[in-house]
């Protein structure tokens, strides 16, 4: 018949529909977000990461740096050793981080030489073992066994 039996509206009100409207803004607005943040979170771990591997390398570079002058300085003493600069048994010298000799309260490094000696008819026979140590640790760095043959003088 056309005509409307019914006291209910078949439109929906205005105020439902602005409800709605504001509910998918929202929605749509928020919705960027989640790439954003997962994009934020993954930058923030490989920072991370890369900081730790930064960290690692910069102990890694100090711990061979200090390798590297405890072999130095073991090699520089072994020479005069075998030169015929025998120490005394139980020796200690100093060095600064630059390897340069120095006192004990301004030492970086030190190496300790313990020094055995063989006397023969013809010379003496001079074994060593010098070991280069942190001062502020004395954790051992580097050892290194030398021997030096000196013949008495007059002996051919």
Request: charged share 25%; aromatic share 10%; glycine share 6%.
């Amino acid at each position: 018949t056309g005509v409307q039996t019914c006291a209910l509206p078949i439109w929906r009100w205005r105020g439902m529909i602005d409800y709605e409207e504001k509910r998918s803004e929202t929605r749509h607005r928020m919705g960027f977000m989640t790439p954003l943040l997962v994009f934020v979170l993954a930058f923030v771990a490989c920072c991370g990461v890369i900081a730790c591997v930064f960290l690692r390398a910069a102990v890694i570079s100090d711990e061979a740096a200090r390798e590297s002058a405890g072999i130095a300085l073991c090699r520089s003493a072994a020479e005069a050793f075998r030169a015929g600069e025998i120490p005394e048994n139980g020796e200690k010298a100093y060095f600064t981080k630059d390897m340069t000799s120095c006192a004990e309260a301004d030492a970086y490094y030190y190496i300790e030489t313990e020094v055995t000696a063989a006397e023969t008819e013809t010379g003496a026979l001079y074994a060593g073992k010098i070991t280069a140590y942190t001062a502020e640790q004395d954790k051992e760095i580097y050892a290194l066994n030398v021997r030096c043959y000196q013949p008495k003088e007059g002996t051919p």
